[in-house]
């Protein structure tokens, strides 16, 4: 079975084939970074105008690259995300559904990244711990299979995400603020900065960032009013440090009480080299298998979308009909 992956939630127009005999048989991805990066920020409307420029020669491309005429289903991101860039995937979707005489499966965006991993030759097997942390979540589940996760922790304000897009872009450093921030505390000390660790002790699996973006913001301003030279690098290290081992500890500590021998990492901050590295060792120091999706299908990607999007058609949990499409801005998947 082939199934055709469609994701345009954001500020990526991916497109994918996945094949449930060989795996991932072809794939595309557009980035929109240069047209926002002058605004500092997505804006939704030149977003939703770029998906429909780029999505259908994608698809071209990828049917192309495939040599196949139609798939046998369509997936395609259903949300969250942008209400306007959702609708172009789904439209899209949906027309192709009905020319080609297709099924098509809205797929919420997390379940996704949640797959990723999948695309591995050794993937993990149910049940496993996922920590799931992108630009607008950040979830520690107990996955007993796709669909049946039980909710551990989460965060109590910014997402990791957005606490590193909110923090780079204090330091001066633009959009895309994560991959910039990652990239510079490569040059860094990590531990030039104490900064704090936001409920490391807490017995719980909750999170909280927005008071370590507090103290970047506090060490930045009292540094300028002395006057001092900024050292950005150390700064970045040290803030990076301090976002992984949180995530580290609360992931282990929750790994421990539910049992689970595998860990997977997910979402787009699963590219974060430091985090994937102290993931692996300290993981692996306890005996667990850590998971980790290969980069570029850690950040937004359609292949997530095609292998969730197969999952879910195979257990018939999620299907329109190909004139029923549904997006939304706002979704839980759990
Ligand atoms: O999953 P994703 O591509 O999109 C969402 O679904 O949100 O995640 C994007 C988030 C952004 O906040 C971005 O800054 C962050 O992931 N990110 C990173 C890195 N690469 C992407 N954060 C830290 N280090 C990275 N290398
Ligand atoms: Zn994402």
């Known amino acids: 079975m082939n199934i055709l992956g469609i994701e345009t939630s954001c500020d990526e127009t991916g497109v994918a084939l996945y094949s449930t005999e060989t795996g991932l048989v072809a794939h595309a991805l557009h980035s929109q970074v240069d047209l926002h990066a002058v605004y500092g920020g997505v804006v939704p409307e030149i977003a939703s105008r770029d998906h429909i420029r780029m999505l259908l020669p994608l698809i071209q491309q990828v049917m192309d690259a495939a040599g196949i005429d139609k798939p046998d289903a369509i997936a395609y991101t259903a949300g969250p995300g942008l209400v306007g860039a959702l609708m172009v995937g789904g439209g899209m979707a949906n027309g192709l559904g009905l020319a080609w005489d297709c099924p098509v499966i809205p797929v919420h965006h997390m379940e996704g990244h949640l797959v990723a991993p999948m695309l591995e030759d050794d993937p993990p097997a149910f049940p496993f711990l996922a920590l799931l942390v992108s630009g607008g979540h950040s979830m520690l589940i107990a996955v007993r299979e796709l669909g049946d996760y039980r909710l551990l922790g989460t965060t109590l304000d910014d997402a990791v995400g957005e606490a590193f897009d909110k923090t780079a872009k204090l330091l001066g450093l633009g959009y895309p603020g994560g991959p910039a921030l990652a990239a510079l505390a490569e040059e860094g000390d990590e531990q030039a900065f104490d900064f704090p660790r936001p409920m490391i002790n807490k017995p719980n699996f909750d999170f909280s960032f927005s008071g370590l973006k507090t103290s970047v913001a506090n060490h930045v301003n009292t540094h300028q009013q002395k006057g001092d030279q900024l050292n ?65 299908y850690c950040t937004d990607n359609a292949a997530m979308i095609a292998v969730a999007g ?25």
């Open 232 to 296: 950005t690098e150390d700064i970045c290290a040290s803030f990076q440090e301090a976002i992984a081992d949180v995530l580290v500890e609360k992931t282990l500590a929750a790994a421990r009480t539910c049992s689970v021998s595998q860990i997977v990492l997910a979402g787009g901050v699963a590219a974060n080299q430091r985090l994937r590295d102290l993931m692996s060792s300290r993981g692996r120091k306890e005996n667990f298998s850590v998971f980790l999706p290969p980069i570029e």
């Open 310 to 334: 197969y999952h879910l058609f195979k257990n018939r949990k999620q299907l329109t009909s190909t004139i029923d499409m549904d997006v939304y801005s706002r979704s839980r998947m759990i």
